[in-house]
């Protein structure tokens, strides 16, 4: 059976037309294979592998910031979709009790509303990388 491949979801023709990955950037090219046979130099060979590994780390930085650029409103969506979510189901959410509005009465000396889901104290997230020669090193946190 016959599909097209940019309306499949898992090919790489998919995810360039979609925008979900880089399509023109130069350390692309770099990585088609090249048929041309080429006389065993070693400071050729050297050259090469130098320069395979700054084409690496610039396609890595490249792609981050690729990837970064394109999950950049995310947050603000999701943080939307729970508040409508929260809107639309608010019957759902536990009412506030006649004891603690009278306490909070007392104590402004007025009738306030006062959210009844408080945020929880979180912990900061602490990311730890192991080291090769054994230990732990913390890392910073995005």
């Known amino acids: 059976m016959k599909r097209n491949p940019r309306k499949l979801k898992w090919t790489k023709a998919f995810r360039k037309s979609a925008g979900k990955e880089m399509i023109v950037d130069t350390t692309l ?3 088609a294979r090249r048929n041309i046979p080429v006389r065993y130099n070693r400071d050729h060979i050297e050259t090469t592998l ?3 590994e700054r084409v690496s780390e610039i ?3 490249r ?3 690729f990837y970064i650029k394109r999950m ?3 947050k603000e969506r999701q943080r939307e979709a729970d508040r409508k979510l929260v809107a639309e189901n608010e019957h759902l959410l536990p009412r506030q009790r006649a004891s603690e509005r009278m306490a909070l009465e007392d104590m402004n000396g007025e009738t ?3 959210p009844v889901l408080e945020e929880k104290n ?4 602490l990311k730890q990388r192991l080291l090769v020669g054994g230990g732990v090193e ?3 946190v995005d």
Do not use: I, L, S
């Open 63 to 65: 792609e981050r910031a």
């Open 122 to 125: 979180r912990k900061q997230k």
């Open 72 to 74: 950049a409103g995310n």
């Open 138 to 140: 913390e890392m910073d």
């Open 29 to 31: 090219t770099f990585a």
């Open 112 to 114: 306030a509303t006062v």
């Open 50 to 52: 130098k320069a395979m």
């Open 59 to 61: 396609r890595a930085k």
